[in-house]
């Protein structure tokens, strides 16, 4: 096994194989996007998630922003790759299996706490303003 402890499957319905390979290579780093969503038109991200399920003993990390330095430490990738694309990039956190979900935007740390109704809902907003500017299919 390549990696820490952390690196170990939660769930083991993921095949990891790809991911202890991409360990190997020397001078670089390797991560994966967390599920973000993608325009229906121009097939383009708008947002881009870093998700985080928080343990349940350790509530100190969510809106209280006491966790601050844990989040930038998890959203680092996530921040540089949203900015290249010149979308936004929300950290994303949740300790009850994504009944109510922490929302953080990253650029200037404004939090919300959303039910997942209301996740849903602000989301498909994301996607409409999107569309007010989208590209069109390429
Ligand atoms: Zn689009």
């Known amino acids: 096994m390549v990696g820490t402890s952390n690196n170990e499957e939660r769930t083991g319905d993921r ?20 599920v973000s969503p993608v325009c229906r ?23 209280s922003f006491r966790g601050r330095d844990e989040i930038q430490k998890h959203s680092r990738y996530t921040v540089n790759s949203a900015k290249r694309q010149g979308i936004p990039a929300y950290f994303v956190a949740s300790t009850d299996e994504w009944q109510t979900i ?5 650029e200037d ?6 039910t997942r109704i209301e996740f849903v809902q602000w989301l ?9 500017c989208c590209p069109g299919e390429e």
């Not at 498909?124 to 007010?132: K, S």
């Open 15 to 34: 095949d990891l194989g790809f991911s202890n390979l991409m360990r190997e290579p020397k001078g670089m780093r390797s991560c994966d996007i967390d």
């Open 41 to 63: 038109r121009c097939k383009n991200y708008f947002v881009f998630f870093e998700a985080k399920r928080w343990n349940i003993s350790r509530p100190e990390l969510t809106l």
């Open 102 to 106: 922490d929302v953080v935007r990253l």
């Open 109 to 114: 740390w404004f939090g919300m706490q959303m």
């Open 124 to 132: 498909e907003r994301r996607a409409l303003e999107h569309l007010e």
